[in-house]
């Protein structure tokens, strides 16, 4: 029975390797033992394997801490922030953005998925990848989602805090404190 191989742009991996960079961090050690090398940067609509970019996070994430991902989506800049960044600059609502940034989704990840919910009370997103991670993975791949979502929502000009609850796993080591200082305490 065939299967499909996840993938993802090899842009997604600009930001992180832009971090490293202006943290003088060389970024080889981080991509070759995880089967990643800067030449996608070529092409950076090249696909590359998604659990090999889980593995570079979690790499990253063994050496500079817990909360990279919010570090590393914290720094860049809306270009950096590439095809999903460009795709909702220019939106007017939080619900705008989220449902251009879905309809995109499938072109940017082959296995990343985004429900969203409207209700009175206010918009619930989901997200999620079709993929199995290990723990520790899961938990920053989740956490850059979630970073990544509130910095587009900051793109339409709503004020902080932009979520109003996050849930996602707990990183198998460091739980969820680590993540306070970025989402607020309601995770």
């Known amino acids: 029975m065939p299967s499909a191989v996840p993938m993802i742009r ?3 991996l600009l930001p992180a390797i832009r971090w490293l960079k202006a943290h003088d961090i060389d970024s080889d050690p981080f991509l070759h033992p995880v089967g990643l090398s800067s030449a996608p940067f ?4 090249r696909p590359v394997p998604l659990l090999h970019v889980g593995g570079f996070l979690r790499a990253i994430a063994r050496k500079e801490g817990p909360d990279v991902a919010c570090r590393i989506v914290g720094e860049a800049n809306t270009t950096e922030l590439a095809l999903l960044g460009s795709v909702a600059l220019g939106t007017r609502t939080p ?3 989220f ?3 879905s309809a995109v989704l499938p072109v940017f990840c082959s296995h990343e998925q985004l429900a969203i919910k409207v ?3 206010g918009v619930s997103v989901w ?3 079709t993929v199995k991670f290990d723990a520790e993975t899961e938990h920053l ?4 989602a979630v970073a990544m979502a509130d910095r587009l929502l900051g793109m339409t000009g709503t004020a902080g805090p932009r979520l109003a609850q996050v849930e996602m796993p707990a990183h198998p080591e460091f739980g969820l404190d680590h993540l306070d200082k970025w989402f607020g305490t309601d995770m």
């Open 10 to 12: 090899a842009l997604s």
């Open 42 to 45: 070529g092409d950076p609509f």
């Open 95 to 97: 619900i705008e953005a």
């Open 99 to 101: 449902g251009r940034i």
């Open 119 to 121: 209700a009175p009370s």
């Open 127 to 129: 997200h999620s990848y």
């Open 141 to 144: 791949m989740l956490q850059y």
